[in-house]
Each structure stands twice: as C-alpha cells, then as structure tokens.
C-alpha cells in the first residue's frame, strides 16, 4: 500500500495546489478588476469635478483663483457617498482647497510616483489606507498646472476582494476534498495491479523473515515469487557456509538422513 | 514472478498521467464554475456604480437641456452626446434615450460586445447578468423622456475567460510536476530500495559479500535489506584476511534526473515567451534598431549553448554529473538574477549567453546522468525503465511548455522582471532536488577511456546524404524554430496587443505538440521503419504553415500556425536525428555537427528575420523559410525515389 499511500499524498498535493492557483489568480484578477473599475469611475467623476478648475486656468487665473472651490468640490462627492476626500493641488503638489481623510502627505501624490496606470486622463492607485484617483488640471497651452484628488476608503475594496476569497477558498475547498477523495478511489483500481504485486513480493519477505528467526515455516505460507525466493534461500545458504555453519535446508536433510 | 511484471514504471506512469489528468480537469472545471457565479456577483455591485452613474451622468445633462426649454427631439448630436457618455466605460453595450412613452429618440452601442440577451452558456448556466438602467428623466412635475442604460456579460466572461485559461495553463504545469514527483515519491521509496536488494541478493547468492547499501523501502523491504547488511559486515568483521572491504552500493536510476531536468529547463526557459519582448524595452544605444535588440538576446542565447555543447559530455564525465549539474544551477540562478537586474540590452544579452552556456552545461549533464543510469540499470537490475533519450527529451520539451506558459502568466501579472526572479528560484530548487535525489553511481565522475573504436568510414552516397539531412533540412528547421516561434510570433502578437499570458499560451502550444506528438510519431514510423516518409510529412506541414501563415493575422491563425507547426517539427526531429545517426553510422561525430549546424541555422534565420523586420519585409522572411522547407522536402523525396529504384535496395527488401 505504500505505492498507493506515496501516489495519493502526490494526487491531493496537485489536487491542492491547483486550487490554490485558482483561488490566487481569481483573487488579484478579481482586485485589479476592482480597482480598475473603481479608478475609471473615479477619474470620470474627477473629470467632471476638475472642468470648472481647467477652465479658470485656461483663461489665466490661478487655481487658487477660483472663488466657490469648495462648492465645486462637493459635485463630485454627491455622485458617491463613499468618497471620503476631494482636494485640488497646484503644480508643486501643495494642497489649494478640499476635505477629507486619509491623505496627509501630498508631496507624495505627484503622478510618476505613485501611478500604476498611464492613462491621459488621469492615475489611480492605492496610497496608504486609501484608493486614491488623480485628475490634472492643464491650462490653455496642455501644459499640467495642478491636479485633483478623489480618495475612496480603502475598506470598501477590501472588504470585497476578503468576502469573495473567503467564498471561493471555501468552495474550493470543498471541490479538493471530494476530488480528493475520487483520486484515492480511483488510484486504487488503477494501481490495483502493481499494490497487489507489491504486496505478494513484501509478504514473501515477510515469511522468508519469519522462516529464518523461527526456524519453520508458516501455516499459510505460499511462495508466489519463485526467483526471489530461490535467491534469498542461496544468499542464506552462501552466508552459512561462509561461516562453517550448515543451513536450515542442510540440518534438515541431515537429521533426515541419520534418521 | 518477475519483478518487472508487478511494477513497470512506463505502464505506472501512464496510468498516474491519465488519474491525475482527469482528476484536474474535473476538479477545475468545478471549481471554475463556482468562481464564475462568485466573481460575477463579487463584481455585480461595481458594474450596477459604474452604469448608473452613466446614467445619472446622461440624466442630469439632459435635464439641464430641457430646462432651458429646448425640447428632445430638437436636441441636435445625442448620439455624440452619448457615445462621449459611455466612451470610458468599455462594458456598456448600448445607451438610449428614450421619450416618456417609449419611443427611442437616439440609440449608440457597441457592435463588439454581446446583449444582455445573449449571456453565454456559463454565465446563463450560473445566472449572472448583466446591469441594465432606465432613468426617468423630470423636468418640472412630468416625465419627459427615459435614459437606458445596458452593460455586456461580455467585460466578465472576458475576464474570467483570461482567469480560466491562466489557470489551466498552470494546471498543466503542476499536473506535469505533479506525476513526476509521483514517479520519484515511488522510485525512491519503492523500486530504487528493491533494486537494491535484488542486487545485494544476487551479489551474496554467488557467494560475493562486498556490497552493503541504505536499507529503505517498506518494512519488510528495509529488514530484509539489513539483514543482507548484517550479513556482509559480519563476514568481514570476521575474516579480515579476505580483504574486503565493504562497497555502498549507490544504484542509479533515470527517474532520478527527471524531474531535476524538468525543473531546471522551466526556470531556465521561463523568458520562452517573451524574450525578444524584453529584450526591445530596455534601453539600447541609438545605432541599434528595435528589431536587433530584440533578436541579440535569443541569438546570445544560441551561441552560448553552440560554444559549449560540444565540450560539456566530457566535462559531465570528468567532473561528475551530479557535481556539474548542481555548480551549472547555481550559476544559471546568478546569471538570471543578473538577466532580470540588466538595464540595457548588452547586460540583457551577456546574462543570457551565459545562461546558455550554463543550460548547455546543466541538461548535458542530466543527459550523461541519464545514460550511465541506463547501461547500469540494464547490467544490474531487471526493472523494466523508459530509454535515456526519451526521458530527455520529454523533459527539456516539458519544461518549455512549462516554461513558457508559466513566464508568460507570471509576466502579465507581474513583470518580466518578476518571472525571470521566479525562473531563478525554480533553477535553485532543482539544484536543491538533484543534491537529493540524483545519488547514484552515475552522478559520479568517470574514468577517462582512452583509445576507442575507429569511427566508422562513412561512403559518399551516405555523405551526400548526410548534407541533405544536416544543411537542406536541419538548417531551416532550426531557423524556423528560432524566428517564427521565438522571435516573430511574441513580437507581432504583442504590437496587436496582446498580453504576454496570451504569447506564453500560444507559444506554449508548439512545445505542447512537440510533447504529445513525437511519441505517437515515434511508434508509428518506427512500425513502418521509414524516417524519411515521417520528415517529408513534416516539412509539408512546416512549409505548409509558413507559406499559408499571415503575420498580420489574429491570435486564432497564430494558435492554429503554433500547434501545426508543432505537429511538423515532432514528425521531423527525431527521424531525422535517427537518420544522421544511421546515415554516419555513429551517434558521435556527424551528430555533433548536425547540432552545431542546427544552431548556426537559428542564428543566421534569427539575423536575417531581425533584418526583414527592420526592413518591413517580415512575410518575406517567412516565405524565404518556407521555400527552402519546400527544397528540404522535395530533394529528399527524390533521394528517397532514386534510392528504392536501385536494383540492389530492391534486391534486399526482396
């Protein structure tokens, strides 16, 4: 059974790793399905919050220029509840107007270095405990003279991308085991040939053993494999004559003999 | 009974190959259809934000419009309107305005992406279904018209899709390690300790007590083999005179390298798919065109193993294939730490002629393991076992199925950077496995054998069909494998857009042919002992492909190029290294040039295909190559025809 055992453990092994493979693609397929969907969204809502800034630039103004920012800031928060921040930076990265949470360092939000994407209009990219979707504000000659920033809580992808690992590996889980258990099965009627060869050959090692220590033979003793046996009975019997000591067989047919 | 009737490893390999294809493919196939409802539904809530924002979006503008008191239908470029409205959104289908009663004022959608109608057999089988909107749209106290809003199944069976094939990719590959590990797991814990004991039997039964070995194996086994032990050791405690010594028998077995070779050509090969790829993103000098940076890493790649071939049998023997191979392992996993650190296509280049080098070193050495294993399991033990070079070649074409598949997703997730790490990391774990496993005799050094048989002389008209193999057919073989498959295809599918997983599985498919084929093309012309009638098919198949293969065409005609072209090259690659051996008459000498010809063929293929494409002239070099398959395959037709009209060939097969 050893065949089958070491051939079982190596069938749930595949079994297994398949199954973490899969729950492991789906789930960064799965996340960056997410954020890709959740940063598009972010950059059309971002879009259309940073129109009014684009169009103050464009006819010279600064940024800081534009007197109802903080109005226009709260557009884009009616269209989602879960918008936790909007800002608008200038050039330098230096925060102009805007609320929120989670960002507090925005020195570090200029686009090369946190982008993940290339997009013209935008970049998205989780910074921290927040997803954050950057917008530039280009004044009349394209050149980028500010930026502005939509921060969602990160919970909210995290929660998702947790609760669909936690039902897949389940399920998953589930799938292996009842595969596991067909592999067993049927490795058990494939292999039946070689796990019952294999068995003839330890039981006749087995008896040969017990024939040696015991001096006789067992009640229920067959020999099923006659060149292993005929080998064993010779490396004994050399063995003994090495030593000067007649084999079982050889004191056998002798007292036979003297009887 | 013999031992060989109750465990034949060809016939237990077999089986466990079908077991576990089965059993994966079952299991995959489950379990994917559970994701497909999960991820669907995961989704579901993003898809519903993103379309009803859409038609928020659509809504409020159009209100603002009406409020102004222009009325619908006078509303000029809804459309435009609306095709600016969903542009960001790749998974709408179609947008619509509608008037209060239902008639359809102005409609844009996409013609790529399937209706909601049509969800596809999985996505109807699990019940995901796409968002679909309508929007009232108010003005004052009435409702003046409607905004529709319907997204496509499409955006997640595409992804799921991708999800799907990365995954069963994979699986392939862990289904692959997962029987030879099965194999090993039963060589080493069942027939490696019973071959052992059938020796230490023979051995003592002709009264020789020399050789004691690690008793392993089940119980009855390992007592069995103790006692042998005990026996030899007390014989030799007792008559020191006898001066022997005792010998640890350490039996080879070809199992042992199998999977060490499997591992190793995967983490080596793990850039399969998109070399070329990587080679045109990073930097270069200015005189260097796009084109060439992308073919020097493959053609590095192919005189640094033409430079070491030759010599790396005799260093194998010299130095011990086990040591040899684990030293090469080593160094391939510093070289491609090398390869993914490199920054400008010189770097690029170098680390990968030195992998090269290494690769020639390391599967050189697993080859001589093989082939010691072989002659000394023959002498020594009745166990039935698969031939050295069928071993072999399973596993380097294996591992570049692997490989390629494996680089491919692991790039597209990561970045070629990250694979080629992960292709190091492989190399030191089969380095770390052949420490292990690869202990018998034959991981040994061996002595030099002086002197030798004279090689055999070769006739002209064997000569003359020793050229015809090597230069008019082995040459353009090896040249399509180096610019069609390695070169041109993960160049033209990445500039349509394609992601380096979707190279990696196309490229894949020419090495998965390789393995499924060549056994079954094997036993078939080996039955009707005819070599030549396999390479003819071959080269028809191969021409076939290369006259008929658009570059420019999609994925599809590249699957079907790739798998073809795979079935060619299996009918063509063994027969005719049967042929070169059979024309020379020796497996040594012309062998090694057919191999240095098959190298020098890539290269001059991979420069000419960097020209053309340089030169826009990319079909040009496919038709070159099909012509001179073409040549390949009538020149030895005829040779073939002229042969069996020779009155003494015909006297003979009389």
Known sequence: MSLFWRSWVVANSVIFVVGILLVTFVTLEFKRDYDRLLGERLLVIGASGAAPFSRAVELGLPISGVRNASALLDIPRQTDPLISGVWVLDAQSRMVEGTGGHIRDFNRMSMPQVATNDFEEGWYATVGSAFVAGIPIHDGSGQQVGQLLISYPLEVSRTRVLAMLAEVSFYVLLIASAFSLAAGGLLRVSMAQEIDGFKIVVADLDNFDHR?????????????????????????????????KPSKQEATEQTNSET | MRSSDFISRERLRLRLVVVMTTIVVLSVASMFLVVLSIFGAALAPELENRTRFIGVTVRSDLQRVLQLGIPLDAAAGIEGFLENAIAPFPEVRRAAVLTADGALLAEVFRDDLSPASEGGGLIALVGSAPSQFLLPVIVGNSEVAQVEIEGSPQFVQTRLRDIFLDVGVLSFVVVLIGVEVAILAAAVGIWKPYGRLLYLLREQAQGRFRSVTRPSGPGPMARTIKRMNDQVRDLVRRAPSRGGLTRHLRLSDIADMRLVLLIYIMGAEITASFLPLYGASVSRGSWMSEEFAAALPVGSFLVGVAVLSPFAGGLARRFGA?????????????AMAGLALADTIVTVALARGVVAVLFALASISCQQYALQAQSETRETQDLSGASASTSFYAMIFGGLVSGSALGGVVSSLFSYQTAILLGAVLVLTSAAVAMVFMDGAAGRPIPNVTGGAEPPRISSANRSHLNILIWVIGAPVAATTAVFVWYLTPLELAASGRSPAEIGRVVMLYYLMLVIVTPLANFVFRRCQSEATSIIVGLVFTAAVLFLHDLSADIVAYVVAMAVLGVGHALIRTPLLSAVVKAAGTAKGPVNVFRGVERLGGLIGLAAGSLFLSKGLTELALTSLAWLTAVGAVTLFVGLVIQRSKPDNREISE
């Open chain 2, 322 to 334: 086990r040591g040899l191979f684990v030293l090469a392992a080593a160094l391939t996993a510093l």
């Open chain 1, 212 to 244: 040696v220590w015991t001096m006789q033979r067992r009640d229920d003793e067959t020999a099923h494999t006659a060149n292993l046996r005929a080998m064993l009975e010779r490396s004994r019997t050399s063995y003994l004559n090495l030593l000067g």
